[in-house]
């Protein structure tokens, strides 16, 4: 790479930590630093839309969530046809308001095709690279376990606009196996566990890919149980909230706020309120893979070390109960997270956590780490 490459390169990596961190001020800074490159041009005027929607969406969410109730409880409502498609095909809009994920990088819809006539070929990678990762992990004197978060069509098929056969037959095949090499105390059915409820809107958000936080605490209350012999009790998700989703954004380009039911934190255990980040590595771009966050809780009734890769549906603990850090960080006297889809076994080998716990994603089993 000449020079002038690399100029270009170091200028946006730079304008994208001020988008993505800084205050109106920073970004304009960095915006007037980056223009004497002439390549940088056409780059920075879709990046700095980007950032005043994001900034203006943050601010819609942020003033909803705390004004008074009387002032946001109306919704105004428009018609709009089941099937709607997003203009670069990635989601659609399904029944009773409810956005799915279908294109994308990963192709989603095509993955719940017949014609993918390599699905064995995957699943017996995958078996094989789970019984390597097990063995791995009993040679480092750490418990190992695997969760796979199901697509929001396999939770809830009959909201997707027309009939459709879920799971897809990866996750169907892998899930298969998996309970019969190994059982339960390696793998976790998500998908079994969703489809146990009178309701499995509960745990889905209408215009996010991600879980609501019942649905995260759910898959944590699980584990505790399982992994842990820990029975967490029953919470009430009766406060309100409001986040916003990311499907939404695909479809209509803007982030809508959406109602959400959370658990009032007077209602936890007095524990859950020690709960303190207490390290993080934040990779040079700003980019959440490879970040990584520990928590310590002094007073948490799980005196153990555990250390998950994951992703989005992990995420940072300080985005709330929707991701499952910020109910393992409170119930485990030490919780690292470190974003990637891979296994990182010098930090296993670095960290000697007790249980080591590996989660992807139903969309992403198509790709094997390592083959």
């Known amino acids: 790479m000449d020079e002038n490459s690399r100029n270009i390169v170091d200028s946006l990596q730079e304008l994208n930590r001020n988008l993505k961190l800084a205050s109106f001020s920073q970004i304009a800074d960095a915006i007037v630093e980056s223009l004497n490159i002439q390549e940088t041009h056409t780059i920075l005027a879709s990046m700095l839309v980007n950032a005043r929607v994001r900034h203006l969406n943050a601010d819609l969410v942020s003033n909803l969530a705390n004004s008074e109730r009387d002032e946001f409880s109306a919704i105004s409502s428009i018609d709009a046809p089941i099937g709607m498609m997003s203009s670069d095909a990635s989601a659609l809009l399904g029944r009773e308001g409810y956005m799915f994920l279908v294109g994308g990088s990963n192709d989603v819809l095509r993955q719940y095709s017949t014609m993918c006539n390599d699905d064995a070929d995957v699943v017996a990678q995958w078996s094989r690279l789970i019984t390597n990762r097990i063995e791995r992990a009993a040679s480092e004197r750490v418990r190992y376990h695997h969760l796979i978060i199901p697509e929001k069509i396999s939770i809830i098929p009959e909201l997707f606009p027309r009939p459709i056969a879920s799971p897809t037959r990866v996750l169907d095949q892998l899930e298969q196996v998996l309970l019969r090499e190994h059982g339960g105390s390696i793998y976790t059915s998500v998908r079994e566990i969703f489809w146990k409820l009178r309701d499995r809107k509960s745990v889905c958000r ?31 998700f009766s406060e309100n909230g409001f986040s916003y989703g990311d499907l939404s954004f695909r479809m209509l380009g803007l982030f809508l706020p959406e109602l959400e039911h959370k658990v009032d934190l007077s209602g936890l255990p007095h524990f859950t309120a020690r709960a303190t980040k207490s390290a993080e590595f934040v990779p040079e771009d700003c980019s959440h893979m490879g970040r990584r966050q520990v928590w310590r809780n002094p007073e948490a009734p799980i005196r153990e070390k555990i250390v998950v890769f994951g992703n989005s549906y992990f995420s940072f603990a300080e985005n709330g109960q929707s991701t499952l850090s910020w109910w393992f960080s409170r119930w485990f006297q030490e919780f690292h997270f470190v974003w990637t889809n891979e296994m990182d076994w010098d930090y296993v080998a670095d960290q000697k956590p007790q249980v080591v716990i590996w989660q992807g994603t139903e969309r992403f089993l198509r790709v094997v780490p390592g083959c």
Request: net charge neutral.
């Open 206 to 236: 209408k215009t996010d890919s991600h879980l609501a936080p019942f649905g995260s605490f759910l898959i944590f209350k699980y584990i505790m149980q399982e992994l842990f012999c820990h029975n967490v009790a029953d919470y009430k």
